[in-house]
Protein backbone atom coordinates (compact mmCIF):
# COMPACT_ATOMS: atom_id res chain seq x y z
CA UNK A 1 0.00 0.00 0.00
CA UNK A 2 1.38 3.41 -0.89
CA UNK A 3 0.98 6.23 1.64
CA UNK A 4 1.47 9.95 0.84
CA UNK A 5 2.42 12.09 3.90
CA UNK A 6 0.60 14.80 4.90
CA UNK A 7 2.46 18.02 5.08
CA UNK A 8 4.49 18.07 8.31
CA UNK A 9 4.17 14.47 8.66
CA UNK A 10 7.11 12.21 9.68
CA UNK A 11 8.49 10.87 6.22
CA UNK A 12 8.63 7.40 5.43
CA UNK A 13 9.65 5.39 2.51
CA UNK A 14 6.48 5.79 1.25
CA UNK A 15 5.09 7.53 -1.75
CA UNK A 16 1.58 8.29 -2.59
CA UNK A 17 -0.82 9.18 -5.37
CA UNK A 18 -2.00 13.22 -5.79
CA UNK A 19 -5.80 11.47 -5.54
CA UNK A 20 -4.83 10.36 -2.31
CA UNK A 21 -4.15 14.30 -0.72
CA UNK A 22 -6.36 15.90 1.32
CA UNK A 23 -6.69 19.37 0.48
CA UNK A 24 -2.95 19.37 0.45
CA UNK A 25 -2.14 18.24 3.64
CA UNK A 26 -4.22 20.25 5.63
CA UNK A 27 -7.25 19.04 7.18
CA UNK A 28 -10.82 19.99 5.78
CA UNK A 29 -13.17 21.76 7.97
CA UNK A 30 -16.48 22.62 9.08
CA UNK A 31 -17.85 19.37 8.37
CA UNK A 32 -20.81 18.31 9.29
CA UNK A 33 -21.87 15.44 11.81
CA UNK A 34 -20.06 12.48 10.42
CA UNK A 35 -19.26 9.35 12.19
CA UNK A 36 -16.77 6.60 11.36
CA UNK A 37 -17.75 2.46 12.32
CA UNK A 38 -16.19 0.38 14.15
CA UNK A 39 -15.29 -1.46 10.56
CA UNK A 40 -13.76 1.77 9.21
CA UNK A 41 -11.74 2.33 12.09
CA UNK A 42 -10.07 -1.03 12.21
CA UNK A 43 -9.29 -0.08 8.32
CA UNK A 44 -7.24 3.33 9.79
CA UNK A 45 -5.54 0.64 12.54
CA UNK A 46 -4.87 -1.92 9.42
CA UNK A 47 -3.09 0.78 7.48
CA UNK A 48 -1.36 2.32 10.90
CA UNK A 49 -0.07 -0.87 12.00
CA UNK A 50 1.56 -2.19 8.67
CA UNK A 51 3.24 1.06 7.86
CA UNK A 52 6.70 -0.91 9.23
CA UNK A 53 8.67 2.29 7.95
CA UNK A 54 6.95 4.77 10.94
CA UNK A 55 9.47 4.91 13.85
CA UNK A 56 6.07 6.08 15.38
CA UNK A 57 3.98 3.22 14.80
CA UNK A 58 3.21 2.27 17.79
CA UNK A 59 2.51 5.79 18.97
CA UNK A 60 -0.05 6.65 15.99
CA UNK A 61 -1.44 3.76 16.39
CA UNK A 62 -2.62 4.24 20.10
CA UNK A 63 -3.57 7.54 19.32
CA UNK A 64 -6.26 6.61 17.12
CA UNK A 65 -7.57 3.85 19.01
CA UNK A 66 -7.93 6.40 21.66
CA UNK A 67 -9.35 8.72 19.93
CA UNK A 68 -12.24 6.72 18.94
CA UNK A 69 -12.59 3.78 21.79
CA UNK A 70 -12.04 7.15 24.51
CA UNK A 71 -14.01 8.91 22.56
CA UNK A 72 -11.35 11.48 22.78
CA UNK A 73 -11.43 15.45 21.74
CA UNK A 74 -8.17 15.96 19.44
CA UNK A 75 -7.22 18.28 22.23
CA UNK A 76 -7.48 15.96 24.67
CA UNK A 77 -5.87 13.06 23.20
CA UNK A 78 -2.80 15.87 22.38
CA UNK A 79 -2.35 15.87 26.25
CA UNK A 80 -3.33 13.09 27.81
CA UNK A 81 -0.50 10.91 29.92
CA UNK A 82 -0.23 7.76 31.37
CA UNK A 83 -0.97 9.59 34.97
CA UNK A 84 -4.27 9.57 33.72
CA UNK A 85 -4.55 5.86 33.02
CA UNK A 86 -2.93 4.13 36.34
CA UNK A 87 -5.94 3.27 37.55
CA UNK A 88 -6.62 1.25 34.57
CA UNK A 89 -6.84 -2.30 36.44
CA UNK A 90 -9.88 -0.91 38.67
CA UNK A 91 -11.43 0.38 34.92
CA UNK A 92 -11.22 3.97 35.15
CA UNK A 93 -9.46 6.14 33.53
CA UNK A 94 -8.87 10.42 33.88
CA UNK A 95 -9.69 12.23 30.44
CA UNK A 96 -8.36 15.96 30.80
CA UNK A 97 -10.78 18.25 29.06
CA UNK A 98 -10.26 21.53 27.42
CA UNK A 99 -14.20 22.09 26.90
CA UNK A 100 -15.57 21.99 30.75
CA UNK A 101 -14.03 25.18 31.88
CA UNK A 102 -14.08 24.91 35.80
CA UNK A 103 -13.34 27.43 38.77
CA UNK A 104 -9.79 26.02 39.37
CA UNK A 105 -6.57 27.02 41.32
CA UNK A 106 -4.60 25.96 39.04
CA UNK A 107 -3.62 26.11 34.83
CA UNK A 108 -3.96 22.36 35.01
CA UNK A 109 -6.84 21.17 32.84
CA UNK A 110 -10.10 19.71 34.91
CA UNK A 111 -10.26 15.96 34.38
CA UNK A 112 -13.45 13.81 34.06
CA UNK A 113 -13.42 10.14 35.13
CA UNK A 114 -14.75 7.67 32.86
CA UNK A 115 -16.06 4.13 33.69
CA UNK A 116 -17.52 0.90 32.01
CA UNK A 117 -14.20 0.46 29.70
CA UNK A 118 -14.47 -2.94 27.23
CA UNK A 119 -12.06 -5.53 28.90
CA UNK A 120 -10.16 -5.50 25.00
CA UNK A 121 -9.88 -1.91 25.56
CA UNK A 122 -8.22 -2.01 28.65
CA UNK A 123 -5.95 -4.90 27.70
CA UNK A 124 -4.78 -2.70 24.50
CA UNK A 125 -4.15 0.52 26.75
CA UNK A 126 -2.01 -1.89 29.48
CA UNK A 127 0.17 -3.37 26.72
CA UNK A 128 0.56 0.02 25.40
CA UNK A 129 1.67 1.10 28.51
CA UNK A 130 4.02 -1.11 29.21
CA UNK A 131 5.89 -0.32 26.63
CA UNK A 132 5.67 3.42 26.99
CA UNK A 133 4.33 4.27 29.91
CA UNK A 134 7.69 5.90 31.26
CA UNK A 135 6.92 8.83 28.59
CA UNK A 136 5.72 11.97 30.39
CA UNK A 137 3.32 12.00 27.58
CA UNK A 138 1.21 9.38 26.17
CA UNK A 139 1.86 10.97 22.29
CA UNK A 140 4.84 13.00 22.27
CA UNK A 141 6.28 14.80 19.61
CA UNK A 142 8.61 12.62 17.61
CA UNK A 143 11.30 15.52 17.50
CA UNK A 144 11.33 17.05 20.89
CA UNK A 145 10.19 13.77 23.44
CA UNK A 146 9.18 16.20 26.12
CA UNK A 147 6.60 17.62 24.49
CA UNK A 148 2.97 16.27 23.10
CA UNK A 149 1.99 16.00 19.74
CA UNK A 150 -0.03 18.68 18.85
CA UNK A 151 -3.40 19.17 17.13
CA UNK A 152 -2.44 20.06 14.16
CA UNK A 153 -0.17 16.87 14.05
CA UNK A 154 -2.73 14.68 15.34
CA UNK A 155 -5.27 15.86 12.61
CA UNK A 156 -2.61 15.56 9.94
CA UNK A 157 -1.74 12.14 10.82
CA UNK A 158 -5.08 11.22 11.09
CA UNK A 159 -5.92 12.39 7.77
CA UNK A 160 -2.86 10.78 6.30
CA UNK A 161 -3.94 7.53 7.17
CA UNK A 162 -7.57 8.01 6.83
CA UNK A 163 -6.88 8.76 3.06
CA UNK A 164 -4.32 5.93 2.61
CA UNK A 165 -7.46 4.19 4.24
CA UNK A 166 -10.06 4.98 1.25
CA UNK A 167 -12.22 7.36 3.28
CA UNK A 168 -13.27 10.61 1.70
CA UNK A 169 -11.65 13.67 2.82
CA UNK A 170 -14.68 14.94 5.01
CA UNK A 171 -14.15 12.69 7.78
CA UNK A 172 -11.55 14.40 10.18
CA UNK A 173 -10.67 13.35 13.22
CA UNK A 174 -13.59 14.28 15.30
CA UNK A 175 -15.42 11.65 13.60
CA UNK A 176 -14.01 8.90 15.57
CA UNK A 177 -15.66 10.91 18.93
CA UNK A 178 -19.18 10.68 17.08
CA UNK A 179 -18.31 7.47 16.03
CA UNK A 180 -18.00 5.84 19.46
CA UNK A 181 -21.13 7.91 20.17
CA UNK A 182 -23.09 5.45 17.49
CA UNK A 183 -21.26 2.61 18.71
CA UNK A 184 -22.38 2.94 22.32
CA UNK A 185 -25.97 4.41 21.35
CA UNK A 186 -26.47 1.57 19.23
CA UNK A 187 -25.16 -1.13 21.87
CA UNK A 188 -26.97 0.12 24.62
CA UNK A 189 -29.84 2.49 23.34
CA UNK A 190 -28.91 4.54 26.73
CA UNK A 191 -28.57 8.02 26.35
CA UNK A 192 -26.66 8.01 29.37
CA UNK A 193 -24.57 5.66 28.57
CA UNK A 194 -23.18 7.86 25.64
CA UNK A 195 -23.56 11.16 27.86
CA UNK A 196 -20.96 9.26 30.36
CA UNK A 197 -18.33 7.91 28.02
CA UNK A 198 -18.15 11.39 25.86
CA UNK A 199 -18.30 13.62 28.86
CA UNK A 200 -21.56 15.93 27.98
CA UNK A 201 -22.71 17.84 30.43
CA UNK A 202 -26.52 17.44 29.55
CA UNK A 203 -28.02 14.32 27.89
CA UNK A 204 -29.70 16.87 26.16
CA UNK A 205 -26.24 16.99 24.27
CA UNK A 206 -26.32 13.41 23.77
CA UNK A 207 -29.74 12.87 22.12
CA UNK A 208 -27.88 13.96 18.66
CA UNK A 209 -26.55 10.12 18.31
CA UNK A 210 -30.47 9.01 18.45
CA UNK A 211 -31.32 11.46 15.91
CA UNK A 212 -28.84 9.91 13.61
CA UNK A 213 -29.13 6.48 14.18
CA UNK A 214 -29.87 4.63 11.37
CA UNK A 215 -32.27 2.39 12.68
CA UNK A 216 -34.43 5.33 13.66
CA UNK A 217 -33.84 7.15 10.31
CA UNK A 218 -35.24 4.14 8.41
CA UNK A 219 -38.32 3.80 10.90
CA UNK A 220 -38.92 7.69 10.68
CA UNK A 221 -38.64 7.33 6.61
CA UNK A 222 -41.11 4.12 6.86
CA UNK A 223 -43.76 6.02 9.42
CA UNK A 224 -43.78 9.27 6.92
CA UNK A 225 -44.15 7.18 3.67
CA UNK A 226 -46.89 5.71 5.57
CA UNK A 227 -48.51 9.12 5.57
CA UNK A 228 -47.67 10.11 2.11
CA UNK A 229 -50.40 11.39 -0.48
CA UNK A 230 -49.59 11.34 -3.62
CA UNK A 231 -50.47 14.75 -5.53
CA UNK A 232 -52.96 12.53 -8.11
CA UNK A 233 -54.60 10.82 -4.71
CA UNK A 234 -55.23 14.31 -3.07
CA UNK A 235 -56.68 15.45 -6.41
CA UNK A 236 -59.08 12.45 -6.19
Known amino acids: MKILRSKGFQTGSFVGEKNQMRMCGHVVKG ?17 IWNDAECHQRER ?3 AVFCGFYLGLRVGEAAI ?16 PTLKQKKKRKTDAPPEIM ?40 LNQMFATYAAAAGLPPEYSWHA ?16 KAVQAL ?39
Not at 31 to 47: D, G, H, R, S
Not at 129 to 153: D, I, T, V
Not at 176 to 191: F, I, P, Q, S, Y
Not at 213 to 236: C, G, H, V, W, Y
Open 114 to 153: IRDIEPEVIKYLQWYLGRHGEQHWMFPNAYHPKKHMSEWS
Open 60 to 62: NHC
Open 198 to 236: LRHKTVAMAERYSHMDPEKKAERLSSLSSRFISPEMAAN
Open 31 to 47: EAFKFLTAKQVNMILEV
Open 176 to 191: LRHGRGMTVWNATKDL
Open 80 to 95: LEPRHLQHIGQEVIMI
